[in-house]
């Protein structure tokens, strides 16, 4: 092949095969993305929870000291997430939620994966409940150091077909359980010096849709809390937060939904969600889309902002 | 219709979309007029809700004003009838949903159908998440977020049957982008915008054209809200300054009567909030920390402390008025 004469066209060709390179290995994941770099010149190094400042360029690892805690691990993605972690190698996996027999399922299955588990029952919308769990389980477990905010429910319904109370229960488990959760670990995550946040979002809370309006304004506040959280967070580097926004999931939380073009993007696969989330937090990824495609919706929603009211 | 044609089609509108926003930048439309329509405006004791009631009282519409603080929301009153405006006040708590659905039942009875709603009551916890007691998390929630659905359900019935109404919903810039230390203030109006966003489509869904909403992002604005709050010194002198409450108001009612779906004030927070839609996290980060944006609420917590320093008192344990709607036996006879 014949070089470029001229010194700019060159320079053009390297650009274009640099960001044909690298969008290719992005694509592939054939060799490790770029560590995250931290902004933040740490002046203190201290070592407290024995994570140095290393951690904080290289991702972090799930070992066998973390202990993660998964809200609304009995079923779905929560389920899913206990088993991903499992596997990864974390030492202790605390499952809460509100249904016994499907929480000491998945503590069963989560067993077999390699981690000890254990299950509390707590509705996380129930704020004293919450507290009183997270006492227990500091208790018999040890500190949590990755929290995993995943419950959720969703009524369903058009607002105004809703029932009052399914909406505020809606709020309450999806975003209210976020800050009592919080303000239960964090604290000790902070003290440690390292710990990790996960927040179970969805691409709703930046792209609604009709017929889940308790949902989409649930998942957004949520989203909203954890960018705050996260810019409050960047001051303590040992402590990450993540926030993934899964597109419609195989759950049974939105079975039955079609939506047009499910060819095109069928619904993920939980265990799939899970994985991504799990290798999100080990990459120490701060908000993740799934599919990546999703941007796309959103950055396209973000022109609507101009005063463009783009087509239904 | 096959989907290569209907690609073609959302496309074809699309761009039409653009074009449209782009004559409508160039050749303003006209204003709609409110004359004679019920506008309900909630925290209408201050800040903005009062500019907005004293905007439409212009505008030849009768109001009807919402507030927490009777005297406050008497003042506005006093204020728009001495300059000829039908007025009525109603003390209400829009963070309980039975007192929302009595007062919307009162406000029917005694004024008739609400036809232009402002959801523009918004409080602000001031401590960081924890540093926060629970009650004032579940206040700003209650009151910034969740009100909106009993505020909507209660009156939005009425417009759709009638396919006229306009829904304004007053979030704030952050509830597209956040800062620091926030937290139950950036998750109340995240929520808000997205319950905005979802009505929207809801509305849209069923095909009532007549009902209109418009989203109304303001950036800091002067009112006191915030008082301390502040971005880096350049930045604030020179490009993003606090705004002025009458300038938000008047661009903001600009918006309503052009039924437009949105707004962000000033035009800069397009910008922020479409580059934030591109950008990796880090990236956004860094220029959050360029501009000071990331911890400028930092010292107005400062001076909300020192206020509560100095005797002011708690703001959640004002005393709530008292419920018209229920009956309280008689507490007289113990």
Not at chain 1, 22 to 36: F, G, I, Q, S, Y
Not at chain 2, 217 to 245: A, D, H, Q, W
Not at chain 2, 263 to 284: G, Q
Request: proline share 4%; hydrophobic share 45%.
């Amino acid at each position: 092949m014949s070089r470029p004469r001229a010194p700019l066209a060159r320079l053009a060709a390297c650009l274009l095969a640099w960001l044909a390179r690298t969008a290719l290995r992005a694509a592939l994941r054939l060799v490790p993305l770029p560590r995250r770099r931290s902004f933040h010149k740490n002046n203190n190094n201290d070592d407290k929870g024995g994570r140095g400042g290393d951690d904080r360029r290289n991702g972090r690892e799930i070992g066998a000291d973390d202990v993660v805690l998964v809200t609304g691990g009995g079923r779905g993605i929560g389920r899913w997430l206990a088993l991903e972690f499992a596997r990864q190698g974390a030492g202790k996996v605390v499952l809460w939620g509100r249904t016994e027999e499907t929480l000491r399922t998945t503590c069963a299955e989560v067993r077999q994966a390699g981690s000890d588990c254990w299950y509390f029952v707590c509705d996380v919308a129930d704020r004293h409940a919450v507290y009183r769990q997270a006492q227990v389980t500091r208790q018999k477990v040890g500190e949590v150091t990755v929290l995993v905010n995943n419950a959720g429910v969703v009524a369903g319904h058009s607002l105004l077909n809703i029932d009052d109370e399914a909406l505020l229960s809606t709020e309450h488990v999806n975003v209210l359980g976020h800050f009592w959760t919080l303000k239960a670990f964090l604290p000790s995550m902070l003290s440690c010096g390292h710990g990790h946040v996960v927040c179970v979002s969805s691409v709703l809370a930046l792209t609604a849709l009709p017929g889940a309006i308790d949902y989409c304004t649930s998942k957004a506040a949520a989203f909203g809390l954890m960018e705050s959280l996260s810019l409050g967070l960047e001051s303590t580097p040992g402590v990450r937060t993540t926030t993934v926004l899964p597109y419609l999931t195989d759950t049974d939380m939105f079975r039955g939904v079609k939506p047009r073009f499910s060819w095109l993007f069928p619904p993920l696969h939980a265990e799939l969600v899970a994985r991504r989330t799990v290798e999100a937090v080990k990459r120490d990824e701060a908000v993740v889309f799934m599919p990546r495609s999703m941007v796309l919706l959103v950055l396209m929603k973000s022109v609507q902002c101009w005063g463009v009211p783009l087509p239904k | 219709m096959n989907i290569a044609a209907e690609l073609v089609l959302v496309a074809f509108r699309v761009v039409m979309a653009f074009v449209q926003a782009a004559l409508r930048w160039v050749f303003k439309p006209p204003e709609k007029s409110v004359a004679g329509e019920v506008c309900l405006v909630t925290g209408a004791g201050g800040g903005l809700g009062r500019l907005f009631a004293r905007e439409f009282a212009e505008r030849g519409a009768s109001l009807v004003l919402w507030d927490i603080n009777e005297v406050a929301n008497e003042a506005t009153a006093e204020a728009l009838r001495a300059s000829g405006a039908r007025v009525r006040a109603y003390t209400c708590d829009i963070s309980r949903r039975a007192d929302v659905y009595c007062t919307a039942e009162r406000v029917r009875a005694e004024v008739g159908e609400v036809t232009v709603l402002v959801n523009n009551a918004g409080v602000v916890a001031g401590r960081p998440l924890l540093d926060c007691p629970d009650e004032l998390i579940e206040r700003s929630m209650a009151v910034n977020c969740h009100a909106h659905f009993w505020m909507v359900k209660a009156f939005l019935p009425h417009m759709l049957e009638n396919n006229h109404g306009h829904v304004v919903t007053v979030a704030s810039s952050l509830g597209l982008f956040s800062t620091a230390g926030i937290e139950d203030y950036c998750a109340s109006k995240y929520g808000a915008v997205g319950f905005h966003e979802s009505l929207s489509h809801e509305i849209k869904a069923i095909g009532k054209d007549g009902v209109n909403t418009t989203l109304i992002c303001p950036y800091l604005v002067n009112t006191g809200m915030f008082r301390g709050c502040r971005i880096r010194k350049e930045i604030e002198t020179y490009l993003l300054s606090p705004l002025e409450p009458q300038y938000c108001v008047h661009e903001a009612m600009h918006a309503v009567l052009t039924n437009r779906s949105m707004i962000c004030t000033p035009r800069l927070m397009y910008l922020v909030v479409f580059m934030k839609s591109i950008l990796p996290w880090d990236a956004v980060v860094c220029i959050y920390r360029f501009l000071g944006a990331d911890k400028c609420m930092y010292p107005f917590f400062a001076e909300h402390r020192r206020g509560l320093n100095n005797n002011q008192k708690e703001p959640w344990t004002d005393a709530l008025p008292t419920n018209p709607c229920v009956d309280h036996g008689n507490a007289d006879l113990d």
